[in-house]
T-cell receptor
């Protein structure tokens, strides 16, 4: 069975602080994909990143960075120098090796306070 | 990049009526589309997988007679909420995989969502 856990339900940080959103996943597949999505108040999902299970390289994109640790089944997301516009719900998600369904974690609501 | 549209974006209906939501892949062919439901302050929950030309596969606990899914073409899937009730009020989101599946840069494409309110 596949499962995604995001232990942090809500996080509040002051602008310019760094923040890390945790994600732990469970799967029996040897090939799988991990995702992070941002959902602003408008509701539309914004794709942030996709990683496959064979690529454990950390990735940096501007103020965003991701740490994929297969040994601990974690795929954490860090926002550096947070901004008010980063306030949103962030979902970590998992899919299997084929072109199949995406399982979402419960989400972490991030509030960045000016 | 690939785009998935949904129509309508918002709908308000009376209890007992049926509502149809369309999901279209605008610039690619989608052999598989997915329907999710999201209640306020909750995560997205997969309702069903829709394959072009065949019956949809529903997740456990989702009533297939209440949530009718039709995937008649490679660019269109529809979700009909039959005899809607207030508890069906939710945010419905569709997604689509391209016919070639995940490429090295592509991913599953999500629509903007449809907010259904049943009075």
């Amino acid at each position: 069975a596949q499962k995604v856990t995001q232990a942090q339900t809500e996080i509040s940080v002051v602008e310019k602080e760094d923040v890390t959103l945790d994600c732990v996943y469970e799967t029996r597949d040897t090939t799988y994909y991990l995702f992070w999505y941002k959902q602003p108040p408008s509701g539309e999902l914004v794709f942030l990143i996709r990683r496959n299970s064979f690529d454990e390289q950390n990735e940096i994109s501007g103020r965003y960075s991701w740490n994929f640790q297969k040994s601990t089944s974690s795929f954490n997301f860090t926002i550096t120098a947070s901004q008010v516009v980063d306030s949103a719900v962030y979902f970590c998600a998992l899919s299997g090796p084929s072109y199949d369904k995406v399982i979402f974690g419960p989400g972490t609501s991030l509030s960045v306070i000016p | 990049g690939a785009v998935v549209s949904q129509h309508p974006s918002r709908v308000i209906c009376k209890s007992g009526t049926s509502v149809k939501i369309e999901c279209r892949s605008l610039d690619f062919q989608a052999t598989t589309m997915f329907w999710y439901r999201q209640f306020p302050k909750q995560s997205l929950m997969l309702m069903a997988t829709s394959n072009e030309g065949s019956k949809a596969t529903y997740e456990q606990g989702v009533e297939k007679d209440k949530f009718l899914i039709n995937h008649a073409s490679l660019t269109l899937s529809t979700l009909t909420v039959t005899s809607a009730h207030p508890e069906d009020s939710s945010f419905y989101i569709c997604s689509a995989n391209s016919a070639g599946g995940f490429s090295s840069t592509d991913t599953q494409y999500f629509g903007p969502g449809t907010r259904l309110t049943v009075l």
